[in-house]
């Protein structure tokens, strides 16, 4: 599966998420509110299966006055990555 495919698929079983357009790996954003909701549709998804959690750190946007939290999701059945900022 190449990113587009994967983020297509992202996008049709999560209301709410939307690809990231600057991003070197395939990421998604996904609204904090339906955080909980996501990483479940990502792990359980039979196509996606992201079942690691690779790392997560947070970015700060003092401009904005927020911070962005950033996950990174590895599916060890498909081998696939996901970023997904928050």
Known sequence: MDSEELLD???RIESGATKRE???RPAVHVPVDRL???MRRLRNY???SFDMLVT???IDWPDDNR????YLLYSTV???L???PQ
């Open 56 to 58: 997560h750190t947070a």
């Open 36 to 38: 909980l909701s996501a």
């Open 78 to 80: 498909h081998g696939h």
């Open 9 to 11: 698929i992202v996008e």
């Open 82 to 84: 996901l970023e997904r």
């Open 67 to 70: 911070f962005e939290l950033v």
């Open 46 to 48: 039979q196509w996606l």
């Open 22 to 24: 600057k991003s070197d």
